[in-house]
């Protein structure tokens, strides 16, 4: 038997090497992952001011949303978030999928939202896109990027 030299073992494991680097896409010790994104918006009247404010008349109540809806809707305080000025609701989304959703924001007042996001993939980052919003059948899209819409509340 013939002894094996090191340049046939290195072709011989050559390619399993290259082929171990491929499935990794040589992304090393990354690990990167961005959720899929909430949606937040805001409730305005049609002259602009804030529905979920105590201040505004006939807002809506936010601590009642959040009992209505079984906390599927979160509040976002105001001082928080963009628009720092404004009281906002938000939901999450499915990772890569769609949610329809009825808002109760009282007893007798109540929403449909429409979203959806898709999933990215770059080398070896996974991310979501908002791809759609609607609000009772509106379509948004001037906000998808940042997922945050301000919707005129016709009453």
Known sequence: MKPIRLKHLFALFAPLIAGIGCVRNNCGNVA???PAPAIVFELRDSIGRDLLNPATPNYYDTTRIKELNNGIVGIVPKGSGKNPSRIKLG???PFGGQTNLIVKLNSTDQDTIFAANIELKKDCCTSFE???FKYNQQNFTDSLKSSYFV???KR
Do not use: N
Request: glycine residues 0%; hydrophobic residues 40%; charged residues 10%.
């Open 91 to 93: 939901f999450s989304t």
């Open 130 to 132: 908002t791809t759609a």
């Open 32 to 34: 990167c992952f961005t």
């Open 151 to 153: 919707v005129v509340k």
